[in-house]
């Protein structure tokens, strides 16, 4: 209804902070004062269509992944990396007892990501040393990496993802070199992802 001068002593508001609001009966009614440092929601479950509600936490959203031994890579083999360190996990992106090669969107955390990979591949041979990023399975990013020489060789694959719920990233490696290498264990070998927004 409209809310005019003899209609609105029945709606005033009653409080500091009240607020005169539509109804599901289309009629004027009032929405008392919230929490402190709650803000105005929308929710049609109500019978206002508002409501206050605790504002939704800020902060950083992702994972970041280690291994606590180094893994082998045999010559011209793919390599599916595990990894058993979590260094910090917001939201259950990463299970260190099942599926440990993948990061998994969890619900309610679609959109873009950041996804970071390293690797130091121990080696005394030359050769390619190759970083994959796989998306439910299939190539999605590569990054080469010739060894010149014997020794270690250092691989950063960076790229920004568009993932969508249940969606699950791994990384593969893969080296040429004629014999076997492996990828050192700790901070310098990983695998991460970071939430950018939807």
Not at 20 to 32: E, H, I, P, R, Y
Not at 108 to 134: C, F, H, T
């Amino acid at each position: 209804m409209a809310i005019t001068k003899a209609t609105a002593s029945s709606i005033a508001p009653a409080a500091k902070g009240d607020l005169v609001v539509g109804s599901a009966t289309n009629d004027a009614s009032v929405l008392a004062v919230g929490t402190n440092t709650h803000v105005l929601t929308a929710d049609s479950s109500t019978t206002t269509g508002l409501k206050w509600a605790a504002p939704t936490a800020a902060g950083f959203k992702g994972c970041r992944l280690t291994f606590s031994s180094g893994v082998a890579v045999a010559s011209s083999t793919n390599v599916t990396v595990n990894w058993d360190v979590e260094t910090f996990d917001t939201d259950a992106f990463h299970s260190t007892s099942s599926n440990t090669s993948r990061i998994t969107i969890p619900s309610g955390l679609a959109g873009k990501y950041l996804v970071v990979a390293k690797g130091l591949l121990e080696n005394s041979a030359e050769g390619l040393s190759i970083i994959r990023l796989y998306k439910n399975g299939t190539q999605v990013f590569t990054v080469d990496m010739y060894k010149w020489n014997g020794g270690y060789t250092h691989t950063l694959l960076t790229d920004i993802l568009d993932l969508s719920v249940s969606d699950y990233l791994e990384i593969v490696w893969y080296q040429n070199t004629g014999s076997s290498g492996t990828l050192q264990a700790g901070q310098t070998t990983s695998f991460g992802v970071q939430f950018l927004g939807a």
